[in-house]
């Protein structure tokens, strides 16, 4: 059971816009920032959104990021074959004193 | 470039124990927090252990008391020592840098496994 709750899957058609999104708590998401990372089949993850809603250069500005309260949100306009992955949000957490990643979600490009 | 490679990984029975290292280049390792993640086969990220720059160590709760997290900037390399492993364990472990844009990069991974 993860600490942050993502849906496990998500879906959408070549062009379309798909939003995963990430809920978590106060100690979390409420007070720190939210990063977003991408793994691709049989790869290591790498960072897709930092601080909630920056790129690191070289992501797309298809993808964006933000924050409300204690959930986040990853967006993905222009869907893309090469956008499946999957996708996972994290957060320090003050409670724990460490790191919380979501669960992850899925991404299915039909 | 910035690099990550980590080694140490194999198969060990419950109960004992395993050395990760993850060996840095191209960057001052002395000045960044490193992390290590797992991940086991077909499951999510799950965050282990971190070591600031300054030395202070942190730890998720499943592995306090038996993981110990250290670095040694003049060698450029991060350690895991893992005791008393248990079945749980076993993932394939991540080094990774921490900083202002998150975990990046991340290394290719070591995979643990812990079985009799």
């Known amino acids: 059971q993860s600490v942050l709750t993502q849906p496990p899957s998500a879906s959408g058609t070549p062009g379309q816009r798909v939003t995963i999104s990430c809920s978590g708590s106060?100690?979390?998401?409420?007070?720190?920032?939210v990063y977003w990372y991408q793994q691709l089949p049989g790869t290591a993850p790498k960072v897709l959104m930092y601080?909630?809603?920056q790129r690191p250069s070289g992501v797309p500005a298809r993808f964006s990021g933000s924050k409300s309260g204690t959930s986040a949100s990853l967006a993905i306009s222009g869907l893309r074959s090469e956008d499946e992955a999957d996708y996972y949000c994290?957060?320090?957490?003050?409670?724990?004193?460490?790191?919380?990643f979501g669960g992850g979600t899925k991404l299915t490009v039909l | 470039e910035v690099q990550l490679v980590e080694s140490g990984g194999g198969l060990v029975q419950p109960g004992g124990s395993l050395r990760l290292s993850c060996a840095a280049s191209?960057?001052?390792?002395?000045?960044?927090?490193m992390h290590w993640v797992r991940q086991a086969t077909g499951k999510g990220l799950e965050w282990v252990s971190a070591?600031?720059?300054?030395?202070?160590?942190y730890y998720t709760g499943s592995v306090k008391g038996r993981f110990t997290i250290s670095r040694e900037n003049a060698k450029n390399s991060l350690y895991l020592q893992m005791n008393s492993l248990r079945a749980g364990d076993t993932a394939v472990y991540y080094c990774?840098?921490?900083?202002?844009?998150?975990?990046?990069?991340w290394g290719q991974g070591t995979l643990v496994t812990v079985s009799s």
């Open positions: 990774a840098r921490g900083g202002e844009i998150g975990f990046d990069p």
């Open positions: 191209g960057f001052t390792f002395s000045s960044y927090d």
């Open positions: 070591i600031a720059s300054g030395g202070d160590t």
């Open positions: 106060s100690s979390n998401i409420g007070s720190n920032y």
């Open positions: 601080r909630n809603d």
């Open positions: 994290a957060a320090w957490d003050d409670s724990l004193s460490g790191w919380v």
